[in-house]
């Protein structure tokens, strides 16, 4: 069961998903309902969130209910639509396409809808701007598929949530999930303690760092025989690593790290092999995945066993996973 203790100790908190309609707002709702008006909230989100009809999918969705004195940051044609006797606190210079992100006060309860920034620089901008009218935690929701919004500069706490809209495939949902899992909770690298601004750095055997410019990442390994960790600054995608799986260079014991766990974009086969040559994947920055939650129906009416997917997705991760809606 998701509880105050889950989220206690955290003054941000990222809500991710695998897909839409994964179970994100209702997640949102549970964390809100957990608290009482002695603490100040702080709610904003990465896309547009609160609507009763998904404007993408056409299906029903949960609208966001907030008590009095949270504080919401939204898109200034959406304050219209918030069913809340509101304060108006500031307003932030944030472009969206449904205008300037404004931060208002909850008056009375009600319900609302919020749009945030997109950029995950505008949100670390915002979490502090919400911090500084008075929220003590901020609750992030996510969009599809941003997993760049558990980054740890942007939260200090994530929840996935994988719901049956992902697939109608119990076994693909489990499996997936399980993936995204273990990349986000990838280990900080000892070699590597700080960025570059280049695109690739090496840490060679005698403890050396070689900087290198734009190139593909299986030439400079073919240059460089005596390298031991390669960082790589941005995306890291199958398409970049292919080449280097199918090359013939030993990995065997060699290191890649990105700047967190966000930035590994690859899928569970190119992971896979990636294991199976003996490359270790690490970060400069860790991610604090706290749960998983579980949501068993799909948008379109088909549900799984609930009972079912709770058991078998809290057997193959290694974090807490609770289905809201069940309460457990």
Known sequence: MLTRAHIEPYDAISIIGMCKNAGKTTVLNKMLSLFDTNTTLGVTSIGMDGETIDI???????????????????AANLVKFC??????????????PM???????????????IGGPS????????NEILKKEGANKVFIDGAISRRSL?????????????????????????????????LLLLNRSERFKHGFDKHMALYTKDDCIIIQRETALC????????????????AVTDAMLKPLLMSGIKLNGMELCAEDASKFLIS???????KKKGMQLTVLR?????????????????????????????????????DVLAGS
């Not at 860790?286 to 078998?312: C, D, K, Q, W």
Request: charged fraction near 15%; aromatic fraction near 4%; hydrophobic fraction near 45%.
């Open 56 to 74: 993408v999918t056409s299906t029903k969705k949960p609208e966001i209910y907030v008590r009095a004195n949270t504080i919401i940051a939204t």
């Open 83 to 96: 069913d809340i006797t509101k304060e108006i606190l500031a307003t932030t210079g944030m472009l969206t």
């Open 99 to 113: 205008g300037e992100v404004a931060v208002i006060r909850a008056v009375s309860d009600g319900y609302v809808r």
């Open 119 to 126: 950029m995950t620089g505008q949100l670390i901008l915002l």
């Open 150 to 182: 558990s980054a740890p500069l942007v939260s200090e706490a994530t929840i996935l949530c994988a719901g049956a809209s992902y697939s109608p495939d119990i076994n693909t949902l489990i499996t997936d999930t399980a993936h995204i899992c273990e």
């Open 219 to 234: 030439d400079v390994l073919r240059k460089n025989s005596n390298v031991a960790a390669v960082f790589l600054k941005g």
């Open 268 to 274: 569970s086969g190119t992971a896979d092999k990636i």
């Open 286 to 322: 860790t991610i604090n995945l706290i749960g998983v939650a579980v949501n068993p129906f799909n948008a379109y009416g088909m549900s799984l066993s609930a009972s079912e997917l709770l058991s078998r997705m809290s057997n193959a991760v290694h974090v807490p996973v609770f």
